[in-house]
């Protein structure tokens, strides 16, 4: 699923003249850096199987969003042959998705005393 969705958003940026150079292993909030000319565009990508957009966000990814560069590039029927990309910037994001936790992590605060 994750590499039919950036096929996608790599697909669609090029068709819009952009080079582009993954860096998702570098767990910096993205997964892509599309540039052209001067513009810099961020890019983390999610896709899914269905026409719903549906994604899990990282607390690092939601990190990063209030930067000017981040986009999120959201593929929605990623595994079929016509995927759809939809591109949004943070004020889009933040208009069109309720964001909701859904894994806590609980860590002792206190070290247990020694006998």
Avoid at 20 to 25: G, L
Avoid at 59 to 70: A, I, L, S
Wanted: hydrophobic share 30%.
């Amino acid at each position: 699923m994750e590499e039919a969705a950036e096929r996608a958003v790599v697909s669609y940026y090029q068709k819009k003249r952009f080079a582009e150079k993954r860096v998702a292993k570098l767990k910096c909030g993205y997964d892509y850096i599309f540039t052209k000319g001067r513009t810099h565009l961020h890019v983390e990508v999610k896709g899914t199987s269905t026409a719903y957009e549906q994604f899990f966000l990282t607390r690092n990814e939601n990190k990063y969003r209030n930067d000017p560069r981040w986009r999120l590039g959201m593929v929605t029927n990623a595994l079929s042959e016509q995927p759809n990309v939809k591109i949004y910037d943070n004020r889009t994001f933040g208009a069109e998705f309720d964001l909701e936790p859904y894994v806590f992590i609980g860590k002792r605060v206190v070290e247990p005393e020694s006998n």
